[in-house]
């Protein structure tokens, strides 16, 4: 199957449930296919076929052929996720439902307007996103088993580029490398305490009755606050040491903890629920207030060492362990480092379209710069969320080109490892398919399907 397909399907069953179900009032509905036991119905395929045309995103082929043997191929990865005992239970996907459900809802501007428009209660909605994503993760761990530790060797990658084309090589896109030195202006004591105050305030409105989640949702400055800042469930290691200290330190989900500080600013906790080694819980977050004169001088002190750089008095590093503040890059000679969260990779060389999606305000003063040059002071936004001032050096910038055995062999292997990991799955399908049972509706026992499901 190929990649862009799957994921063109894969995305249209994720957002099936914002189309127009009304849309199936139009549909006589029937079986149209039968894996393992499993129906297909006509309206799966309308309703993934409407999807198509509703988010402009046309599938390749004849949709009646591609969409119902896309349902099959899932189908066979449900039943083998069955046969293997493979486990995913609703607490596992909760923050990924709840995620999507405040996307929903954003898309269509309020909960009032989406269950009125989708003819559904949020109760439904949410049933239904959990299913869907509970299959989904199943496919993940079957898929997973099915590939293995397969990890194409160095000899792999070089035999399968020796014989293509330069012109068929893959472009890569243009990539920076970055050093950054960071500090953060002072906070006064009295807006500390002005933030205290605050929560404690808020402890004490909801020790007299007020909902945590409401006040949550109209004062915390957490991403969790549109969700009445439930986090989901999580184990101690997920969360910062403070936090997860006090949080699972909770044993009366009717209690409000004390007030805890962390790097992303300070917290009241309340416990949900405990399973097993993990809770759920929720919090709101607030932060103190940065002035302007702290962030003024912050930024002069700041475009004092970028001027000694421009001297020459002292070089970029010696100037990120004297006076930068950021804990991720101060022993790395300042070097930003970009993680790919799908491979668990890290590399020092940023995408240009990922650093303007992680770091705006850094990616706005490397296109202004060349490489070597320091900049000024600026403000942006540290990963904690607070105001930080920092000044960058732009280390190395390589352009927009055709991948190079030699200095994209990362590249390359991760494309070798994903054509083999592919194939592996195509010939377990195709084993898979032998030995499930396969009936499909004679008006859709078309030609042309990828894969032998009639068995001729």
Known sequence: MKTRLRYILCVLVALVLV????????????????VGGEPILKSDVEMLRLQ??????????DPYKVIPEELAIQKLFLHQAELDSIEVSPSDVADRVEER????????GS???LVEYLNQSVRELKEQLTTW???QYKIYNVRSKIIGDYKA????????????????LPMVPAQVEVQIITQSPFIPREEVERVKSELMGYAERINKGESFATLARLYSVDGSSRVGGELGFKGRAEWVPEFSAVAFALTNPKTVSKIVKTEYGYHIIQLIERKGDKINCRHILRRPEISDEELNKTLARLDSVSAQIKKGAISFEQAVLLFSEDKDTRNNMGIMVSTDYVTRTQSMRYKLEDLHLQHQDVAKMVERMNVGDVSKAFVMEGNNGMKVCSVIKLRNKIPEHRADITDDFKLLTEIVNEKKSEEIVEEWIKEKIKTTYVSIKDSWKKSGYKYNWLKE
């Open 19 to 34: 189309c127009n179900i009304k849309a199936q009032d139009n549909v006589l509905d029937e079986v149209v296919w039968t």
């Open 101 to 108: 459900f405040q996307e929903m809802v954003e898309q269509y």
């Open 133 to 135: 994503f509970v299959d």
């Open 153 to 168: 060797t160095p000899a792999e990658v070089r035999r399968y580029f020796k014989n293509i084309p330069e012109d068929s």
């Open 52 to 61: 198509s045309e509703f988010n402009h995103t046309p599938i390749e082929g």
């Open 111 to 113: 909960e009032e307007v």
